[in-house]
């Protein structure tokens, strides 16, 4: 098959629904699909490095909808190249320009949300929902009604899509969502990771992996591990992650406050070997995030044998608890406090076998190739 790919801007720094991309461009082209991507800002060199397949820039944009006039010509021009075209995210001009430009095509397209339709949005940013409402009653609930198919990486996120907007109506599929398999040396990687940061070294590192915002719990996280930081001394809370809406400044403040300052780690945004070397170092993956469609960075930590400890909000939570590759709790800092506790009180050997299952539970639910096979055969059923 020949495949589409639309996202607005594939800058790493926008978090999952920019690397589930990446990942299914990646599990398409092992299959020997045909994959190609169309961006709307400026893709730079060093994005793109890792992106199979052919490369197109629509822009230039003009806000920050990314309108961009020349778009849905640029699809209505291409289509017929395609057996089917994958819009990633809404709420920008991606998904309207595919809509427009399908008109009178025969080209099916298909979208995956990627989270962005959670109810918790409507709760937490009611400013920006009235935005998003406006946009949904414009052109968005189009877009998805007109699609051949709306795609959810599981089944939590497909039931709480259906309670944010009215006059919700698509067809929905669950594809699941995967990675690829890490390739590199695990002793190396790690060792990278501890001369970039050589104040963790010999130290228990609680790995926080995402964007400095709101919806990720950050602050939640701080305040539960100053709870539990006086259990062991060597324990370490490094939080990786782009500074996104300005959030940084606050957090190290809150950590201060709460005298464990000497006991956090910031590192900024971490990519490529780097950041698999902080997966690597550490003894667990920590994402109290108060919404999650998936949680890359949770499949990521799997992938390399970390446990993971998430709230309820991560969707996935299910599978892991189920297949005891990690805990989940609520989404507050009691809920955050109570998992550090329970992971510190078990013995080292029970954390050892909850990194194999770990390990056991990405193999069976989120390899790339697994992954890439079930998006095909929805795609062709479709």
Not at 41 to 51: C, E, G, I, L, S
Not at 336 to 360: C, D, H, Q, V, Y
């Amino acid at each position: 098959m020949r495949i589409l790919q639309c996202v607005g801007n594939i800058d790493p720094a926008l978090g999952g629904s920019v690397e589930a991309a990446r990942q299914l461009a990646i599990a398409l082209d092992r299959l020997g699909h045909g994959v190609a991507l169309v961006t709307l800002r400026p893709p730079q060199v060093n994005w793109t490095a890792d992106w199979p397949g052919t490369m197109h820039y629509a822009g230039p944009t003009s806000t920050r909808y990314l309108y961009s006039p020349r778009f849905h010509g640029w699809i209505a021009q291409h289509a017929a190249g395609y057996d089917a075209i994958v819009i990633h995210g809404l709420w920008r001009y991606t998904s309207v320009g595919v809509w427009r430009g399908l008109r009178g095509h025969k080209v099916p397209y298909f979208v995956f949300p990627h989270g962005m339709l959670d109810p918790y949005f409507k709760r937490a940013f009611p400013a920006k929902h009235l935005q998003k409402a406006a946009c949904w009653l414009a052109a968005e609930r189009r877009v998805l009604r007109d699609a051949r198919a709306v795609l959810f990486t599981c089944e939590e996120e497909r039931l709480r899509a259906r309670q944010t907007f009215w006059s919700y109506s698509c067809r929905e599929r669950i594809v699941g969502l995967g990675i690829a398999r890490p390739v590199g040396d695990l002793e190396i990687e790690k060792q990278a990771f501890f001369a970039q940061f050589p104040q963790l070294a010999g130290t228990r590192v609680a790995l926080f992996l995402a964007r400095l915002h709101p919806k990720k719990g950050v602050d939640l996280l701080i305040r539960a591990f100053a709870r539990v930081a006086s259990a062991d001394p060597r324990l370490r809370l490094v939080i990786a992650g782009p500074d996104e809406c300005g959030w940084k400044a606050d957090l190290e403040q809150l950590a201060v406050q709460l005298a464990i300052d000497n006991r956090v780690v910031w590192t900024g945004p971490l990519y490529g070997k780097l950041k698999q070397g902080a997966l690597r170092a550490a003894e667990v993956l920590a994402l109290p995030s108060h919404t999650e469609n998936f949680g890359i960075s949770v499949v990521e930590a799997m992938a390399c044998g970390v446990p993971v400890l998430i709230s309820n909000r991560v969707n996935i939570w299910r599978e892991i608890e189920s297949d005891g590759a990690g805990f989940a709790a609520s989404a507050d800092v009691e809920g955050m406090t109570a998992l550090f506790e329970r992971w510190l009180s078990i013995p080292a050997a029970a954390r050892r076998r909850m990194g194999i299952n770990a390990l056991r539970s990405f193999a069976q639910r989120f390899e790339l190739e697994h992954f890439g096979r079930e998006f095909i055969e929805c795609l062709k059923s479709a």
